[in-house]
């Protein structure tokens, strides 16, 4: 089960952090195992990678969040982060987190003035 929180209406230029709270995983399986992403989901709009963080933690952005978004992992919590800096308009939409199997219900990210 993934559990995303964090998001909320914020300006642009502003900055939220996304969290993503993983269980469920068997012992031989654990959540350190996994690599995870974050896809955003504009109105009309397909699902988007936004960011990959493998199981060693190295992290892929998309070119649109390069130097914007920080993906992050903390396998003592299981949980992963997605820190959203220098947020434009074009940010909005419902985030949500992915392990290749399983799909949170999504945070909504609203930048808007």
């Known amino acids: 089960q993934l559990v995303e929180s964090g998001g909320g209406l914020v300006q642009p230029g502003g900055s939220l952090r996304l969290s993503c709270a993983a269980s469920?995983?068997?012992?031989?399986?654990?959540?350190?195992?996994?690599?995870f992403q974050w896809y955003r989901q504009a109105p009309g709009e397909e699902r988007e990678l936004v960011a990959t963080?493998?199981?060693?933690?190295?992290?892929i952005y998309s070119n649109s969040v390069k130097g914007r978004f920080t993906i992050a992992r903390d396998n003592s919590k299981n949980t992963v982060y997605l820190q959203l800096n220098s947020l434009k308009p074009e940010d909005t939409g419902v985030y949500y987190c992915?392990?290749?199997?399983?799909w949170g219900q999504g945070t909504q990210v609203t930048v808007s003035s």
């Open positions: 469920g995983f068997p012992q031989e399986y654990p959540f350190s195992r996994y690599g």
């Open positions: 963080i493998t199981t060693a933690g190295t992290p």
């Open positions: 992915h392990d290749a199997t399983h």
